[in-house]
């Protein structure tokens, strides 16, 4: 946990960057607005608005980079000693695998609070109805994409080195947010709302704009629904989850069956 906790720094970082730019002098902020400044805000299908979302990535990015490593550091010194000493390896990946995902929980809830303490020390924020409910969807459905990110990252790195393993994931990232222009260009989106809607939530990247989703609760509903298509949060939930967890028993197997006397992915060998 020390080791780690002081990148918790960065997440305070990002936090405010995000909401630096978007702050309007003398106008009164919603909370919810702020969450969704924090998930890409409101983006359309144009490329303009989908470079923005990239840049967007950049603190995904950072976590990326700080825990990619995270469960692989164990493979770069001494790890056929450690490994020959672990009674369990299935247990001890679950057991990384939660701290890492606990991480991503904690980088995420610092960066949300460090964006809501910037806007209340520097301007009017107003908590209107709803908006709590809609960070609780941030954190779990951001949290379990940096998890499934960071997660795939080490994944690699154990299998084949880390000299690619992040440029992987992340070029993986751009590509499924790029693709988002083909609603613009290719097929626009309302021109075949039935079909798109379900080629949109089959991206990943998708499901992190909150703002495109929808909600059975009148109130909430009205804050967000961008494209008024069902595409409810529990969507998300369920989907992201079913990677997170696909992802996990990938991890579980590979360490499991990984033979250490014969590999050894930084050296080339014993």
């Not at 924090?38 to 989908?50: G, Q, R, V």
């Not at 795939?152 to 299998?159: E, T």
């Not at 298509?229 to 990677?243: C, D, V």
Request: glycine residues 4%; hydrophobic residues 50%; charged residues 10%.
């Amino acid at each position: 946990m020390k080791i780690y906790s002081k990148y918790l720094v960065l997440a305070i970082v990002m936090g405010i960057l995000q909401t630096l730019f978007y702050s309007r002098t003398n106008v009164p902020i919603l909370f919810s607005d702020l969450i969704f400044v924090l998930s890409f805000y409101k983006p359309i299908f144009y490329i303009t608005a989908i470079m923005e979302m990239v840049a967007k990535l950049i603190p995904a990015f950072l976590f990326q980079i700080i825990y990619g490593t995270y469960i692989y550091r164990h493979f770069c010194s001494a790890g056929i000693y450690f490994f020959s000493r672990c009674s369990n390896r299935r247990k001890w990946f679950l057991k990384e695998a939660l701290k890492l995902y606990g991480y991503s929980v904690l980088y995420l809830f610092t960066m949300t609070s460090a964006s809501t303490a910037f806007c209340l020390i520097n301007f009017e924020v107003h908590f209107d109805k709803g908006s709590l409910y809609l960070v609780i969807c941030f954190l779990i459905i951001y949290s379990l994409w940096y998890y499934i990110a960071a997660l795939s990252i080490n994944i690699i790195a154990i299998v084949a080195g880390s000299q690619y393993s992040f440029v992987i994931i992340a070029g993986v990232q751009l590509i499924l947010t790029l693709m988002l222009t083909i609603f613009d260009t290719w097929m626009p989106f309302e021109n075949n709302v039935p079909m798109n809607k379900i080629i949109l939530q089959l991206n990943p990247i998708s499901h992190l704009v909150i703002s495109w989703h929808s909600s059975k609760l009148a109130y909430i509903n009205k804050l967000i629904n961008t494209w008024n298509i069902n595409f409810s949060f529990n969507i998300s939930f369920a989907y992201l989850g079913l990677i997170a967890l696909i992802s996990t028993v990938v991890g579980i197997n590979i360490i499991n069956n990984k033979q250490f006397i014969i590999t050894n992915n930084e050296t080339g060998g014993i």
